[in-house]
């Protein structure tokens, strides 16, 4: 199957220096593998969204010359796929209504015990997906072999909420599946979600991609840069400096004479020289000196 990879960013704010190393990593990774790149927005919880956010993060994605193929995915246009798997997931037996409380799951350790907490459906209940008492593991393109027993984890994790709003984890997983997305490129803060997502496609039926998890880009402090933490959004008239910096962070050098060039050149030299890169170890690494 020829390589599809997609970018998908909440509208919870502007991107800042963190999105754009995470944009521009998948964007090259489609790109030197002659494959398509994909943006969705993941707007699933209006409470956390920011009005004008996901057309302020399209313009600055194309202000830095990601451009990306075919229409934007939007997962609020999807509601009646991700409740049709829900159904499905309740048919199956492999999810379960559930009416544990904040305060109880707080008793818990905050670790769900699983279908023995079970409930029957009501407005009033979550849904959730059981997960097993075992190790999983995949093989992660940058970190490695990843290894995890979800049931000791959290445990059973939402993919419908109380409020009739569906969970990240199922909403993901399936736009992945229904847009055969063969790669997914992205933070290494995200590794716990991809074994509950690889777990959920697993319970669907359906192929899950190949996963490669980049080290996070931290303030110095070891503190992720991120949109509810105040990361400075991205500048376009910075837009060269920014891209010279992030591709330092994937581990490659622009030459001095690139140095100031528009970004379509930056990204063409890029594209050209990402086979060699070489991923820094680890699963954080520091805001560059050049912007810090």
Same mark, same amino acid.
């Given at each position: 199957?020829? !390589?599809?990879?997609?970018?998908?960013?909440?509208?919870?704010? &502007?991107?800042?220096?963190?999105?754009?190393?995470?944009?521009?990593?998948?964007?090259?990774?489609?790109?030197?593998?002659?494959?398509?790149?994909?943006?969705?927005?993941?707007?699933?919880?209006?409470?956390?969204?920011?009005?004008?956010?996901?057309?302020?993060?399209?313009? $600055?994605?194309?202000?830095?010359?990601?451009?990306?193929?075919?229409?934007?995915?939007?997962?609020?246009?999807?509601?009646?796929? !991700? %409740?049709?798997?829900?159904?499905?997931?309740?048919?199956?037996?492999?999810?379960?209504? #559930?009416?544990?409380?904040?305060? $109880?799951?707080?008793?818990?350790?905050?670790?769900?015990?699983? *279908?023995?907490?079970?409930?029957?459906?009501?407005?009033?209940?979550?849904?959730?997906?059981?997960?097993?008492?075992?190790?999983?593991?995949?093989?992660?393109? *940058?970190?490695?072999?990843? #290894?995890?027993?979800?049931? %000791?984890?959290?445990?059973?994790?939402? *993919?419908?909420?109380?409020?009739?709003?569906?969970? !990240? $984890?199922?909403?993901?997983?399936?736009?992945?599946?229904?847009?055969? *997305?063969?790669?997914?490129?992205?933070?290494?803060?995200?590794?716990?979600?991809?074994?509950? $997502?690889?777990?959920?496609?697993?319970?669907?039926?359906? &192929?899950?991609?190949?996963?490669?998890?980049?080290?996070?880009?931290?303030?110095?402090?070891?503190? /992720?840069?991120?949109?509810?933490?105040?990361?400075?959004?991205?500048?376009?008239?910075?837009?060269? %400096?920014?891209?010279?910096?992030?591709?330092? #962070?994937?581990?490659?050098?622009?030459? /001095?004479?690139?140095?100031?060039?528009?970004?379509?050149?930056?990204?063409?030299?890029?594209?050209?020289? !990402?086979?060699?890169?070489?991923?820094?170890?680890?699963?954080? %690494?520091?805001?560059?000196?050049?912007?810090?």
């Amino acid at each position: 199957m020829s !390589y599809r990879g997609r970018f998908a960013p909440t509208p919870s704010g &502007p991107l800042h220096f963190g999105s754009l190393v995470a944009a521009l990593a998948s964007w090259l990774d489609a790109r030197a593998n002659g494959g398509e790149w994909l943006v969705r927005i993941d707007d699933l919880d209006p409470p956390r969204e920011v009005p004008g956010a996901a057309d302020a993060i399209l313009l $600055q994605l194309e202000q830095f010359g990601l451009v990306w193929d075919g229409s934007v995915r939007y997962q609020s246009q999807h509601h009646e796929a !991700y %409740q049709g798997a829900v159904e499905q997931l309740l048919a199956d037996h492999h999810a379960f209504y #559930c009416t544990l409380t904040r305060k $109880q799951l707080t008793a818990l350790n905050h670790n769900h015990p699983g *279908i023995s907490a079970a409930a029957p459906g009501s407005d009033d209940a979550s849904v959730r997906l059981a997960v097993p008492d075992s190790e999983l593991c995949f093989d992660d393109g *940058i970190q490695g072999r990843v #290894c995890n027993n979800l049931h %000791q984890d959290g445990g059973a994790f939402v *993919i419908r909420r109380r409020d009739g709003l569906f969970g !990240y $984890q199922l909403a993901c997983a399936l736009d992945d599946a229904n847009d055969v *997305i063969t790669h997914v490129l992205r933070g290494a803060d995200l590794i716990d979600s991809t074994l509950r $997502q690889r777990w959920l496609l697993e319970c669907l039926g359906r &192929p899950a991609p190949l996963y490669a998890h980049l080290p996070v880009v931290t303030d110095g402090r070891d503190t /992720k840069l991120s949109k509810s933490g105040g990361s400075e959004a991205l500048a376009p008239a910075r837009a060269s %400096q920014l891209l010279s910096a992030a591709l330092h #962070c994937m581990g490659l050098q622009p030459p /001095k004479d690139l140095q100031g060039a528009p970004p379509a050149s930056l990204l063409e030299w890029g594209k050209l020289h !990402y086979p060699e890169h070489h991923w820094p170890p680890g699963r954080q %690494q520091p805001l560059p000196t050049s912007l810090s």
